[in-house]
């Protein structure tokens, strides 16, 4: 190739396992536009807060350590909800680990495209509980939308770009950590 175009550090890192190369990095940009809506009655629910997790239902993406964050964060918090928008292989194991008395609040919503807009705008907090990570975009729509961005500590954040530096880590990959650090965030305006 006459040229190697990376969105991180990270990921150009990643690509190193096939070829020695020197890449150039160009971060991904959005339409900052395209995130600022309304709330819809679609998502939002009067007197209800929503936790958001979006991706694929898939173990690198951690939906699994959500879920059982989740269940800790609703103990303290009645007034919030988490909305499970994405699929994959793990959704079925996914919505059997919700505890009995919480299926009420927590809705698998599946693929959301043309959604994401309003769903974003409707929700409080987004969650990325993913144990790996490249440059995720989807960072940069939750701020555009905005919304604070809670975050495990994933391998390859630290190379991910800027824009990482405005994300709320916890303070480490557990299910526990990742609970304080979205209530310590629903605590905050």
């Known amino acids: 190739a006459a040229a190697v175009i990376a969105v991180s550090e990270a990921t150009a890192q990643s690509l190193g396992r096939y070829a020695d190369f020197k890449a150039t990095i160009i971060p991904n940009g959005i339409d900052a536009a395209y995130w600022r809506v309304n709330p819809t009655a679609r998502y939002a629910q009067a007197g209800t807060r929503n936790l ?105 954040a630290d190379r991910a770009g800027e824009h990482w530096s405005n994300v709320i880590v916890a303070k480490d990959s557990s299910a526990d950590a990742f609970a304080v650090a979205v209530l310590d965030t629903l605590r905050q305006d």
């Open 52 to 156: 958001v997790y979006l991706g694929r239902l898939e173990e690198r993406n951690g939906p699994d350590v959500a879920i059982d964050a989740f269940a800790r964060i609703a103990a303290v918090s009645p007034d919030v909800r988490l909305l499970m928008a994405g699929d994959g292989p793990m959704r079925a194991c996914l919505e059997a680990r919700v505890p009995p008395a919480l299926r009420g609040r927590v809705e698998f919503l599946g693929a959301v495209y043309d959604q994401r807009p309003e769903l974003l705008a409707s929700s409080s907090v987004f969650l990325l509980p993913a144990r790996a990570v490249g440059f995720s975009i989807m960072v940069l729509e939750a701020f555009a939308a905005g919304l604070p961005v809670v975050a495990l500590p994933a391998f390859g």
